[in-house]
């Protein structure tokens, strides 16, 4: 959906938080226009984030990510998105996680939404929020979801083009406040990209039918938990979601294994910690990090159960949706 006209110069400056899914997005049922197989549902989390600079119209396409000039081909993704804004002057782009990035917690998701909302501004191209999502969503699935704050729902979506499968707001961030802790086990980028280890499990996982096939359900009943408050309801169903995930890569041939013995002992300080009371529940990604899902009161008790078992914990909230944060009309400046 190229837009009709855009500026020859401009820049803006755009934030986005990650999200993690609670209900999983793994498989894909049209790759080309990066339509998922399953529905998903997810809460975006501060104060994790990515601020993304776009200078539309600049001396040449180039990335500078984290302050160093990105040479090798991760660029060729964000190319792609700003080109799908329509014609398009060379750009640069500064971009930088105050995270760890490639690491299974998401930052493609908020790269990719800082992305088009920044290059959206620069650009002029004025595109709305569902166009937004689509583009998003074509650049990194999980990203669809990082425009909206709070509790978020991304449907498959029927139609053959897609135009019906992004990111939706079902409640705000402060409809719930929740904590998820991250436990990071690795912060190196993962082993096997997500792209690929979802292509990969969709071709030789034959537990990838049984996936596809209980997932949407899962995401009905998540929705009705997240309504009603009800963490007892999301925490088991966010648990299975990402066990179930899990199990479908575990079964691919060879398989897809994120995890590591710190990931064991993090899920079991989970189950440790539930048996003795306190409602939390584990959900794991593209790598062998553990988040845990608890209320905001028993936080920091998880928070010192993982101190304890040697383990260090982050702890996230709700945060708000991808926005601008500085717009700038054009002009030269030295490089
Ligand atoms: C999710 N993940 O729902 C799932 C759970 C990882 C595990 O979305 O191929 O970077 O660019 O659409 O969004 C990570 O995959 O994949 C992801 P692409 P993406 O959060």
């Given at each position: 959906m190229p837009a009709d006209r855009t500026a020859t110069h401009g820049v803006a400056t755009a934030v986005a938080h990650p999200n993690i899914a609670l209900c999983k997005y793994w498989g894909k049922r049209d790759a080309a226009l990066n339509l998922p197989s399953t529905p998903s549902l997810s809460l975006t989390l501060?104060?994790?984030r990515?601020?993304?600079t776009v200078v539309w119209g600049a001396e040449r396409d180039r990335v500078v990510f984290n302050g160093v000039e990105n040479t090798g081909g991760e660029g060729r993704k964000i190319f792609a998105t700003?080109?799908?804004f329509g014609e398009r002057p060379p750009c640069e782009i500064h971009t930088g996680n105050d995270f760890p990035t490639a690491a299974g917690l998401a930052s493609s998701a908020s790269g990719f939404a800082a992305l088009v909302v920044a290059a959206n501004a620069a650009s002029g191209a004025n595109l709305s929020d569902v166009e937004l999502a689509v583009l998003a969503r074509q650049g990194s699935g999980s990203a669809t979801r990082s425009l909206q704050g709070g509790w978020v729902e991304w449907a498959m979506g029927e139609r053959d083009d897609g135009l019906d499968s992004h990111g939706v707001a079902i409640a705000p961030a402060d409809h719930w406040d929740v904590r998820m802790l991250v436990v990071l086990v690795r912060s190196g980028p993962k082993e096997i990209g997500s792209t690929e280890?979802?292509?990969h499990t969709m071709r030789t996982s034959p537990y990838y039918p049984a996936w596809v096939e209980h997932a949407p359900k899962d995401v009905v009943e998540a929705r009705e938990a997240v309504l009603a408050r009800d963490l007892e309801k999301l925490g088991a169903i966010t648990e299975r979601s990402a066990l179930r995930m899990h199990a479908s890569m575990i079964a691919a041939d060879p398989a897809v294994m994120y995890w590591k013995p710190e990931t064991m002992r993090a899920l079991e300080v989970v189950r440790t910690a539930r048996k003795s009371g306190i409602g939390v529940w584990?959900?794991?990604d593209a790598g062998p990090n553990v988040k845990a899902l608890c209320s905001a009161a028993d936080a920091?008790?998880?928070a010192a159960l993982f101190a304890e078992a040697s383990l260090s914990a982050q702890v996230l909230h709700p945060g708000g949706a991808a926005r601008v944060v500085t717009t700038a009309p054009w002009r030269e400046t030295a490089r």
């Amino acid at each position: 959906m190229p837009a009709d006209r855009t500026a020859t110069h401009g820049v803006a400056t755009a934030v986005a938080h990650p999200n993690i899914a609670l209900c999983k997005y793994w498989g894909k049922r049209d790759a080309a226009l990066n339509l998922p197989s399953t529905p998903s549902l997810s809460l975006t989390l501060a104060p994790f984030r990515t601020e993304t600079t776009v200078v539309w119209g600049a001396e040449r396409d180039r990335v500078v990510f984290n302050g160093v000039e990105n040479t090798g081909g991760e660029g060729r993704k964000i190319f792609a998105t700003l080109d799908r804004f329509g014609e398009r002057p060379p750009c640069e782009i500064h971009t930088g996680n105050d995270f760890p990035t490639a690491a299974g917690l998401a930052s493609s998701a908020s790269g990719f939404a800082a992305l088009v909302v920044a290059a959206n501004a620069a650009s002029g191209a004025n595109l709305s929020d569902v166009e937004l999502a689509v583009l998003a969503r074509q650049g990194s699935g999980s990203a669809t979801r990082s425009l909206q704050g709070g509790w978020v729902e991304w449907a498959m979506g029927e139609r053959d083009d897609g135009l019906d499968s992004h990111g939706v707001a079902i409640a705000p961030a402060d409809h719930w406040d929740v904590r998820m802790l991250v436990v990071l086990v690795r912060s190196g980028p993962k082993e096997i990209g997500s792209t690929e280890g979802m292509n990969h499990t969709m071709r030789t996982s034959p537990y990838y039918p049984a996936w596809v096939e209980h997932a949407p359900k899962d995401v009905v009943e998540a929705r009705e938990a997240v309504l009603a408050r009800d963490l007892e309801k999301l925490g088991a169903i966010t648990e299975r979601s990402a066990l179930r995930m899990h199990a479908s890569m575990i079964a691919a041939d060879p398989a897809v294994m994120y995890w590591k013995p710190e990931t064991m002992r993090a899920l079991e300080v989970v189950r440790t910690a539930r048996k003795s009371g306190i409602g939390v529940w584990a959900t794991m990604d593209a790598g062998p990090n553990v988040k845990a899902l608890c209320s905001a009161a028993d936080a920091a008790t998880m928070a010192a159960l993982f101190a304890e078992a040697s383990l260090s914990a982050q702890v996230l909230h709700p945060g708000g949706a991808a926005r601008v944060v500085t717009t700038a009309p054009w002009r030269e400046t030295a490089r």
